[in-house]
């Protein structure tokens, strides 16, 4: 992949922080989001439950509940900045734009209008078809998704497909219009093994066909190094790395991090009843974040600075960068995969 | 709301709702001063006035106006109808001879056989009116003219059970729908009937007197007392009648109404079951009759319009004698339960039927608030109609308190059929009583029942076999335009000499 | 019965070509009924204090397996020996005997847990239904111990489910599970509903508890780096069979089954660059519906190797290799999938 | 789909049986005899006797209840003891206003009721949706009967704007209406206003609204589409109580309807009046069951068989 | 797993909106008013007043007393009469509650949880009394009887357990799948335990909510009952009878109909609240008509 000059950048979120109303205030779900994702290029948020990633893509496309408040940063789009514009108008680029894989294909589907009529409807509210015209489009994106027999299945209904089809379905739906930017928030998780390497791959053509910008959102170590460029590694509201696939997870400058990689089984390698290295303790409760680095608590290696400063984002060259006080040492370390 | 627009909304709802009411079923809008608006309190369940509806008195009402009987009872004197004259051949025998050149509504004549007919099919109906007919053995027709009613016993009371006998064409009596729409040779004819809900009648075009003032009765029937009142002042209807007492004075308030009370053959009556504890003793009843002051629950509860009752049936009727009425005294009471062996009183029930009449449930807690005062507790039953009915005829009760009309006007109506001791109707026996009851019946001579009968009302009201609070009146209302109503002391009015302007 | 294990102890449960079938109802129109063989003939053996991992995508009927294990569900044949006993027909007496020696951990730490009682009560019920088996220092004692001894603070025990996290959820599930000292776990997807950061704790405490008790676990997981890791044996699900059977790492190293290798080579791991991998096969299509299974071979219609056999006769499981593998064309599969080997 | 509609019928049929069983004994059960309901307080013996050979009444209780279903299966019920008509024809005179009243009820309960749902769902939280969630659990948990009389005394006695009972006039249907329709209405308001609201909490409403849709599309569409299959349930269900429960508004507004005609027939012990009354009844509300059923399966494609 | 946080968070005793504390109160107040008040204003149905009937609210009575409410057709007090109703109308709504869920909850957990042909006799059943027109039901109790107090709560209870009972098979059925039973089977625990253990310990906060929501309606359909003349025994009062009672005076006794009616109306619409907010709270997903 040749690297990406700044006039093909897509999306650049900088800064960003958003808030959700509770009782007895907000509580901030994000905190100091700045990423930026090229065409033609795979930007993978990775986290576990709780950190935020999903948040983000919600903040992106103005699909945020009504709970949520975004506090600051901007999310530059085709040089819009979507947060300053009215909720409408950043709707209006959603599907044309910007398009949304969701991670449980059964429910993202309506389950009572025909896919037919779920994917045509793109084609006749936003581009303005007629009925047979974008009942013709619609085949035709099925069709691409690798959905055999595309013309006749259209008039079923979204229980009558499988699981793996359904996602092939709900990705049409997010491609229909060629968007520039394609979200995919978990798109394999609820996906058995082979169905999830049939997706990806479907993912990954795509995205190549129409130079698109990916914004990938998972859990899982071994999908973001199949298909991703870049990766940023959240924990608890903020990225704590980010970087290129490789220097990350090879040399990673965060402790979370490493701790992520070293608690993979496959990674780990060894043999049975050989340990398992571990992350003790768990993630903070968002209301309660400890002071200084938010992984303190957590971290083999904290100082007593980690206690009081926060980190700021320490560059390690060629876009790697770790929010650790001691991230270079971090990457001198090799002990990891020793 | 001022007038207009009250008027205008009136008129903007109803435009609404003729559009909604297109599926409406039979909707009738007419409003002329031919047709005269009735809401009856009872519903008109069936027309058959022969069968199980013959006592009924919503058919009645309708029916006495379609059909005309024999004999009728006019300003308290049978007088001839149908029948020119009549005469008894023997004491088994009553022979009528009918007028000449009466037909009926659809032309056909007048025959004796239209009479048998219509005896025939009332004792055949097993109708609450068959049992005044147990006794006769045949009806003859000599001739087109002239019927014979043979009996097997003597039977004084023909005449006046025959005022309750509507004569129907004995060929119509045949179809299975003549009542649907049943003619005969009265002022009016059916045209209309939904059973329960509503009655047109329409001028008899045959009729041989003075055609009806107004061309047709529209009778509907609205239960709610309110609801009745409300329609009248909204002229949604032009007459009703069977508002309780209490709310006459108020109507009598409002300007663009009539009422009109008079007397009538009803009266309410308290039972004791002779045959229970404490109530075999006369002192007793007597007791609780004087426990009562008449007068206050006149004044109060009725509004003054019924009357104190003096005799055990209502002045009116035939038979009727006056007797003095118990005074209140609850001194005299507590005395006369001490003798009987209460002196702090006892504890019994009272039960009556919740359909019963006006008011029945106020008028009984009333007079159990009465007999607390002299130390009798009296639970109150109200029990529905069937099942109050069923536990009468058991004798299963204590006391039980009702409303009785004698429509016949005629005192063997009541007092014949319910207080014979083989009635058993509410376990009073006394041979005295039963002997001039039946010889009562049995006489032909009018002016000797009379006498009979006055008799025999004296000892069921001196020996205290219920206690016999009031008789009631009757109150109709009518919207001023209405004229020539004619009260009638049997409840139910009749409509053709009724105009409106 | 074919002795998956080389392991000369006697095994301590063994599956003898079980079956499960039963009749589900169409979810929402109830009165149509479908028979569904979820488990079509399954012969395993777990040996004492050995990890017997069963790896297969959703429907392959492993946690229908599971469940027929504890009796939950009834098998519709073969049968199910546990310490040479026959146990598939116990009845309720019975099935409380059994509770003492075969316990199970189930996939969702939360919904497997009560939540109107206290962790206490969660664990304590175990005494409630073994009353006889309450330890002479006393429920309380036990529950403490229990809990320290799968890494939760004992303060927590008048806690209620919903305010622990994943993690410690399934340290309840496991506490409750070792308290009457079982010599067989059932554990259905234990991990799978974790943070990798937490599975690698409980993976870590299953191990330990393993030896300290020695444990057998019959372990069941779509993961299949967690089952290489946790196990000693491996079988290979598809469609209600087992496919190929035997030490786990012979056939990590190299499987005999296609199906087997395409599920290893879409296995995404960390780091693919680091290691030597086989050329990922992405297999066509979806897992047919267990209510119509495919005649033949089950794997027919997905198998890159598929010949016109596979689509009549059904392979039986046979030694290839050092492990068992059904399919007929297993030593032309370990060519392929021979390290170096191009699929 | 025909093996699961006739084993929907026969339940349905099973339904109408037990009930049919059950209004036949019961009539019988309860004290009371229609033939001294009709003669009344002279009755004798001989005459209840007489009257009960004359109904058929003093046959064996098995001969009349094979008699009664045997004819139930053609809708004869016999002839009505008061009206002096066929029970049926008794019951069809009467069932049109039912119906009609139960229909501009239910309309009225729909096309207020919806969008009031709607909007109370759309103003989540709001004064408005606040003030229409007071205002719907009133209408649900008034007595309808106290309703019916306070509308009566308001608009009928005090503002002479409408009649106050009966079925005389077209604008007569308004009042019972109204009374019938609340509690209908505020079931719909809030089933509307929950359905919408958990509808838009699903994630295809995130995938509708990640496509680009206008909002008004998104909850138009997508939201009332989903939420119109819970609400047809209930409101299906709602409906069949709705005929069996206009009894007391038909009462207070004396409606000519089968509820009145129920109770006047209860009342005399005109059993087939009552048995016919019933049953019909109880046909209805299992053939809107039914029919609610295959509404389902129009509204929710997942219902559907294949093939 | 919304119904946990809930329970908690009603145990827990945090801030309780004014959802609950406001309907909350005013209910209190009449069970307080039923309890007392009768002590206070004692009502004696013989009482009869001829003189002082039909006397609008705020009237000086014929024994110097003052009445607030006004006095209904037999010179009783409408305030003391509808205290005494009270009494009647929150016992009757109580005792049938109390009796429907019993009935409704067992046979419900029976049917849900055994299934098959039980269930299916049980749902049967279920469909005709639903079917079928409680009028009928009512008169047919009342007539073999005779009305009473045990007849009215016999009555409304049979008309109700159906609710009930669908709602704990419902809730049998989804906690019977849940895994936290297979977890108890695994440990070898009897039926009666899971019952006892999983089951009716679920079913406590759904049952509640419908018992909430159910209260106003029992109390409605009392009133109805009297009003349709099949409830209590004349003598004793009820909100209902009062009602039905007033109807005729319409026309120039409004108070008679009215005042009870507010006073039901109130009553029933704060227990719908509570029941609303305790249904949103603890069990949201619960469709309790």
Known sequence: MPPATPSERCLTVSDLAVGFAARGGTILALEDISFHVDAGETLSLLGESGSGKSVSAQAIMALLPDTAVVS??????????????PRRETRRLCGTEMGMVFQDPLTALNPVFTVGDQIAELFRVRQGLGRRAAREAAADVIDTVGIPDARRRLGNYPHQFSGGMRQRLVIAMAIALKPRLLIADEPTTALDVTVQAQIMDLLGRLQREHNMAMLLITHDLGVVADVTDRVAVMYSGRIVETGDVRRVYDRPGHPYTRGLLASVPATAGGGKHQPLATIGGLPPNPQRRPQGCTFHPRCPFAQDICRTERPPMVDLGNGHGATCHFAREMVADDRLFA | MNHVSRDIFRRTIRGLALAAALAMPSVALAQSADVLRIANPVAVTSLDSFGAQSADQPTISVMQQVLEPLVIRKDGQLQPLLAASWENPDELTWRFHLNEGITFADGSPLTSADVKASLQRLIDGKGPLSGLWGAVEAIETPDDLTVDIKTNTRLGTVLSNLSMLGIAPAAALEDPNFFNAPFGTGPYRVA????????????????????????RLEYRYIPEVSGRITALENNEIDVTWGLPPDQVAQVRDSQSLTVESFPTFGNYYMWYNSSREPFTDVRVRQAMWHAIDMEEIKTFLFDGTAEVAKGPIPQDIFGAAEQTPYAYDPEKARQLLAEAGYPNGFTTTMMWSSMCCTNIREFAETLISYWAAVGIQVTPQELERATWLENLLALNWDSTLAEGNTITGDAD??????????????????????????????????????????????????????????DMMMHAVYRNEVTGFVPTPTGMPRFDTVSKQ | MIASSPDPLA???????????????????????????AVAGVDLAVAPGKTMGVVGESGCGKSTMARAIVGLERPTGGSIRFAGEAIEDADANARRRLARDIQMIFQDPFASLNPRKTVAQIIGEVWDVHPDLTPEHGREREIIRLMERVGLSPEMASRFPHQFSGGQRQRIGIARAIALRPR????????????????????????????????????????????????????????????????VETIYQQPAHPYSIALLSAIPVPRPWAEERPPRIVLEGDVPTPLAPPSGCRFHTRCFMARDVCRSESPSLRPVAGRNVACHFAEEALTRSAPGADA | MPAYLLGRLGSALLVVLGAATIVFLAMRAIPGDPAVVMLGVSATPEQVAALRADWGLDAPLPVQYLNFLTRMVVLDFGQSIRLGMPAMQAVSQTLPYTIYLALVAFALALLVGFPLGVFSALQRGKAADK???????????????????MLVLLLSRTLHILPSGGAGSPEAVLLPAVTLALPLLSVIVRLVRSGLLESMGEPYIQTARAKGLGETRVVGVHGVRNMLIPVVTV??????TLLGGAVIVETVFAWPGLGRLLIDSIAARDYAVVQASVVMLVLFFVSINIVVDLLYGVLDPRVRVDG | MADLSATTTLASGRALPLGIVLPAIVVGFYVLAAVIGPILLGFDPVATSLADRLKPPMTALANGSLSLLGTDAVGRDLLAQMLAGARISLAVGAATLVLASLIGVALGVVAGYWGGAVDTVVMRIADIQLGFPSILLAVLVAAVIGPSLTNVILVLAVTRWVVFARVARAQTLTIKSRTFVDASRTLGATDAHIIINCILPALVAPILVVATVQFGLVIVAEASLSFLGLGLPVGIPTWGGTISAGRSYLANAWWISTMPGIALSILVICVGILGDTLRDRLDPNLVTR
């Open chain 1, 72 to 85: 600051s940063g901007t999310v530059r789009f085709d040089g819009k900045d979507l947060l300053a514009l």
């Open chain 2, 192 to 215: 209309e009937f939904t059973p329960s809900q509503f009655v047109a009648l329409e001028r008899n075009p045959e009729y041989r007197g003075e055609p009806a003032p107004t061309a």
């Open chain 2, 413 to 470: 109506f009541t007092l014949a059929r319910l207080y014979l001791s083989t009635a058993n109707r509410m376990g009073y026996a006394n041979p005295e009583l039963d002997e001039l009851l039946l010889a009562a019946r049995a006489e032909i001579d009018q002016d000797k029942r009379a006498e009979l009968y006055a008799e025999a009302g004296k000892i069921i009201w001196d020996d205290a076999v219920g206690i016999f609070p009031l």
């Open chain 3, 11 to 37: 095994p301590l449960l063994a599956l003898d070509n079980l079956r499960v079938s039963f009749a589900i109802r169409s979810p929402i129109l109830r009165r149509i009924k479908m028979q569904v063989d």
């Open chain 3, 184 to 247: 067989l776990i059932v554990c259905d997807e234990p991990v799978s509903a974790l943070d990798v950061s937490v599975q690698a704790q409980t993976l870590n405490l299953l191990a330990e508890l393993q030896q300290e008790f020695g444990l057998a676990y019959l372990f069941i997981a779509h993961d299949l780096s967690v089952v290489r890791h946790i196990s000693d044996e491996l079988a290979v699900m598809y469609l209600g069979r087992i496919v190929e059977t035997g030490p």
């Open chain 4, 131 to 149: 003030l229409i969630s007071l205002f719907s659990l009133a209408g649900q948990s008034l007595p309808s009967f106290w309703v019916g009389i």
């Open chain 4, 235 to 240: 409101v299906g269900l709602e409906l069949g």
